[in-house]
């Protein structure tokens, strides 16, 4: 099929397009339309895999602005916002390797417990500690 458009000036027909309906078993309709310009030879898992990468994409670009400052770029320039895009890119790159060579580091594990204070102490500029000092 060939998406409709009005962009009369074109010279050259838009490319054919694969139309992909996610239907769920229970639901009374479709849930979600997909259009996928792939090579008719595309196996149909790898059309449905290509479509539901997007929410990772999306996650992917939230975390990028949120965590990492892709959305903190103000200057004026391509090139400018093109370095900073590629460090912030290389650093969520970096993280999610590192993410992926140490599964066992949570982000928010617990924090070590100080060790217990030996018994008698008594903390600088404390009330206690000047009379100590004095005596």
Not at 25 to 39: A, H, I, N, R
Not at 40 to 62: F, G
Request: glycine share 6%; charged share 25%.
């Amino acid at each position: 099929m060939r998406a409709a458009s009005r962009d009369h000036q074109r010279a050259e027909r838009r490319p054919e397009q694969w139309l992909l309906i996610e239907w769920p078993s229970g639901e009374p309709e479709p849930t979600k339309y997909f259009l996928s310009t792939q090579s008719a030879s595309t196996p149909l898992a790898e059309l449905v895999a290509t479509a539901k990468i997007r929410w990772r994409i999306e996650r992917d670009y939230q975390e990028l602005k949120s965590e990492f400052g892709l959305n903190h770029y103000e200057g004026r320039g391509w090139r400018g916002f093109h370095h900073h895009a590629s460090l912030c890119i290389a650093t969520y790159a970096f993280t999610v390797l590192e993410h992926l060579r140490h599964p066992a580091r949570k982000k928010n594990r617990p924090r070590p417990q100080a060790p217990a204070l030996p018994e008698g102490y008594v903390p600088r500029g404390s009330p206690d500690a000047d009379a100590a000092a004095r005596a």
